[in-house]
T-cell receptor
Framework: GAVVSQHPSWVICKSGTSVKIECRSL??????MFWYRQFPKQSLMLMAT?????????EQGVEKDKFLINHASLTLSTLTVTSAHPEDSSFYIC??????????????FGPGTRLTVL | AQTVTQSQPEMSVQEAETVTLSCTYD???????LFWYKQPPSRQMILVIR??????QNATENRFSVNFQKAAKSFSLKISDSQLGDTAMYFC??????????FGEGTQLTVNP
């Protein structure tokens, strides 16, 4: 139980294009989803927190117009990187909290998406 | 602000031996949870062990155990009988009830044959 999927696992795009990353909770309802960014050999940096049906809360320094987050259902959240540039290249990880994980404030993580912007 | 500190960027251990990873945190909260996650080369975050702050008993999961010292705000992870598959980046994380998680900088553990 508590499986989170991410799609795609790896994407290469041209500078200036937009990329959408999907995060799905497969066997539980995720009331809250989180999006992280991780650079090589570094920790996870929280970008935003999204609750189903409401606007995402962005961390300081994260451009909400560049990183669009939608949490339209209890099993799906999407992150869209708009007008991507090479500096947006990174590893993006989503996590979900819900079900019995809520009791322990536990987050279940997706496998991550590697974004490369040329 | 809540902070999590892992003072050991890298550690190594011989297979079958025991290793302890340290973690300290700073908070004014009283009700919170602590976690150790591992991130192997696949980069999938995997929960290793969880500790509820209100529980005095240290959590144990097979070869993994913690030493939770609430007053000292310390939460170390002990790995017994280390295996090659334990090679990974280990992150300590802190989270008040219902809130976001704060992660430490990570400790890269290498298990040598």
């Amino acid at each position: 139980g508590a499986v989170v999927s991410q799609h795609p696992s790896w994407v290469i795009c041209k500078s200036g294009t937009s990329v959408k990353i999907e995060c799905r909770s497969l066997d539980f309802q995720a009331t809250t989803m989180f999006w992280y960014r991780q650079f090589p050999k570094q920790s996870l940096m929280l970008m935003a927190t999204s609750n189903e049906g409401s606007k995402a809360t962005y961390e300081q320094g994260v451009e909400k117009d560049k990183f669009l987050i939608n949490h339209a259902s209890l099993t799906l959240s999407t992150l869209t990187v708009t007008s991507a540039h090479p500096e947006d290249s990174s590893f993006y990880i989503c996590s979900a909290r819900g079900g019995q994980g809520t009791t322990y404030n536990e987050q279940f993580f997706g496998p991550g998406t590697r974004l490369t912007v040329l | 602000a809540q902070t999590v500190t892992q003072s050991q960027p890298e550690m190594s251990v011989q297979e079958a031996e025991t290793v302890t990873l340290s973690c300290t945190y700073d908070t004014s909260e009283n009700n919170y949870y602590l976690f150790w996650y591992k991130q192997p080369p696949s980069r999938q975050m995997i929960l290793v062990i969880r500790q509820e702050a209100y529980k005095q008993q240290n959590a144990t999961e097979n070869r993994f155990s913690v030493n939770f010292q609430k007053a000292a705000k310390s939460f170390s992870l002990k790995i017994s009988d280390s295996q090659l598959g334990d090679t990974a980046m280990y992150f300590c994380a802190f989270g008040p009830s219902g809130s976001r998680l704060t992660f430490g900088e990570g400790t890269q553990l290498t298990v040598n044959p």
